[in-house]
């Protein structure tokens, strides 16, 4: 049966550290949109207190997690056993964005992940720190989850970072990052969410124009061809 409480407890805690994989769901404001859940690895989240944690959060193909976070900043972080007894947490909180240069980023990563990750070529990977303040935890059985070993981290996507220059890194930024899959800016550094925004709503405008024009033409050869039969 499940239950809630309003802060982790130390055997929460205990429990938490030892996972190897959690999931991150957001969702965009309203009820249009898609929600969004990533799965994470590579030993990202940090608990700070019974109701604080703070994950690492690594480039990628998508920015679906900064661009809910920065436009209604709900957030749930889930996580289950898959060796030991069964166990499912939900955390449910409301998430902030701390970029590279930022004071925040800055010192979270100093205290928390800077001993892994402030390898030049490992730190390409980190785009943000993002930290929750949780407002609720949730504890179900999870019997229905199947036993799983763990082998090792996938460190693919590392590597793919590592080398990468600078110039291709803005590219990849400007192209997969700038706005969620519903159209919402991430407001990341080195984007533009303004001017990808106005390119969609002006391919939209063409898109929408195409059976219209295509009607149009139709008709005029229709027209064309009576005349053509009617003056023969």
Known sequence: MGSFRDALTESDQEWIRKQKVYFVAT??????????TSPKGYDSLRILNSKRIVLLDG???GCETISHLRENGRITIMMCAFEGGPRIMRLFGRGVV???????????????????????????????????????????CGFAVPFMDYKDERITLVNHHRGKTEEARARSR??????????????????????????????SAMH???PWVGGAALGAALAVATIRSTFK
Do not use: C
Request: overall charge negative; charged content about 30%.
């Open 59 to 61: 480039r990628g193909s």
């Open 208 to 210: 929408a124009m195409v």
């Open 174 to 203: 400007s192209k997969d990052n700038t706005v969620s899959i519903d159209g919402i800016p991430s407001f990341l550094e080195g984007t533009d969410s303004g001017l990808v925004q106005a390119k969609r709503r002006a391919s």
């Open 27 to 36: 969702s965009p404001q309203g009820s249009d949109g898609h929600v969004n």
């Open 98 to 140: 701390y970029e590279p240069g930022q004071p925040e980023f800055d010192e979270l990563f100093e205290e928390h992940f800077a001993s892994e990750w402030r390898d030049p070529d490992r730190f390409k990977f980190v785009r943000s720190i993002i930290d929750v303040q949780l407002e609720l935890v949730g504890q179900s």
